[in-house]
Nanobody
Framework: QLVESGGGSVQDGGSLRLSCVVS????????MGWFRQAPGKEREGVAS???????????DSVKGRFTISLDNPNFAKNTVYLQMDSLKPEDSGVYFC???????????????????WGQGTQVTVS
């Protein structure tokens, strides 16, 4: 189970930190990702983190502004975070946490790479 929180309304240039609490498996075991979906648009990958290989990937639109991370040490809270800074109106949408449970992924920015999803949390930037 994946449960997101931390969404809300913020002004242009503001910051938010999203959290995704995972139950049933360790966030350190599989690729974890954040996606977003704006009204009338397809869900798109925002960021992913591959603990096993120690790498992160970001969509070009959020590079330098968003940071994905896991809680430390030893994933005690089993939580994935998305720190979002310098937010823009085009960042608005429903943000989803996802897990590629038992899967080998590439960049981790494609919907098809994930098999577990949270319910989403709304982010509005104005």
């Amino acid at each position: 189970q994946l449960v997101e929180s931390g969404g809300g309304s913020v002004q242009d240039g503001g910051s938010l930190r999203l959290s995704c609490v995972v139950s049933g498996f360790s966030v350190g075991s599989y690729c974890m990702g954040w996606f977003r979906q704006a009204p009338g648009k397809e869900r798109e990958g925002v960021a992913s983190i591959h603990t096993g290989v120690g790498s992160t990937y970001y969509a070009d639109s959020v590079k330098g502004r968003f940071t994905i991370s896991l809680d430390n040490p030893n994933f005690a809270k089993n939580t994935v975070y998305l720190q979002m800074d310098s937010l823009k109106p085009e960042d608005s949408g429903v943000y989803f946490c996802a897990a590629a449970y038992g899967r080998v992924v590439s960049s981790g920015l494609a919907n098809s790479e994930y098999n577990y999803w949270g319910q989403g949390t709304q982010v509005t930037v104005s």
